[in-house]
């Protein structure tokens, strides 16, 4: 088994260097706010850009304590479709303004279900030790659901070395956060998955929205209001 090199960036301009070794790239896509949702467009000329060299596109929902789940996932479904997408749907579970508590953790899974009939497949969850332990997620989240971590144990081999307190083994693993390689235009993410689960569930999947949605251009993010239909 060998690990699959894949590298995320908030604001990485689309280009790379030659010899990168990367098989694909994930950026944010959207992030639940009440019936909102913030949606960063800068994911298109980073799809174009990682599309070009050949790799693989992902993007992903920043769960939001104060988001409405259905609302979530639907504007992060549309919005994909219209990116074009090769993943599967990811969650980020990581609101560091969420409470503690169980009602938290029950609106991470809300969210997961959501996104999950959206999409029509599982999705994978993106966390760290600190909201999975800290929100008591394993509680809610069935066992074999894909996990994809923040582990950060740089000086271990990915993707083996989780951090401990999570269940299962991880389909992948970020190993190191804002590493500056040049080539890039910016810091960048590493992680390594498991090629196994990577070949099997990584591939094209676009097809046209299915959901009408309005959107209002601002200079870092776009604003798009749920439509009613």
């Known amino acids: 088994m060998a690990n699959v090199a894949v590298f995320d960036s908030r604001y990485w301009p689309g280009t790379l260097p030659a010899n990168h070794g990367m098989k694909g790239f994930l950026g944010k896509a959207t992030e639940g706010y009440a019936a909102y949702a913030l949606v960063n467009h800068l994911l298109y000329a980073q799809a174009e850009g990682a599309k070009s060299a050949g790799l693989d596109v992902g993007g ?18 549309d919005f994909m479709k219209l990116v074009g997408n090769d993943f599967p749907p990811i969650v980020d579970v990581e609101d560091t303004l969420a409470p503690k508590t169980s009602a938290n953790a029950q609106k991470v899974w809300a969210t997961v279900q959501e996104v999950e009939a959206a999409f029509g497949e599982q999705a994978l969850i993106y ?37 401990p307190g999570f269940f299962g083994t991880p389909v992948g693993v970020q190993y190191q956060l804002d590493y500056n390689a040049s080539g890039y235009g910016s810091s960048i993410d590493l992680n390594a998955f498991n090629d ?3 070949n099997a569930s990584v591939f094209p999947r676009v097809s046209a929205p299915t959901q009408p949605i309005v959107v209002v251009t601002h200079p870092q993010s776009v604003i798009v209001k749920v439509v009613q239909v």
Do not use: C, M
């Open 60 to 77: 992903y929902l920043f769960y939001r304590y104060t988001g409405i789940p259905k609302d979530a996932a639907r504007i992060y479904r």
């Open 127 to 163: 966390s760290a030790n600190w909201a999975w332990n800290g929100w008591g997620l394993q509680n809610f989240l069935p066992q074999g659901h894909a996990i994809y971590l923040r582990a950060l144990w740089e000086s271990d081999p990915p993707p083996n070395t989780p951090e």
């Open 196 to 198: 196994v689960w990577y």
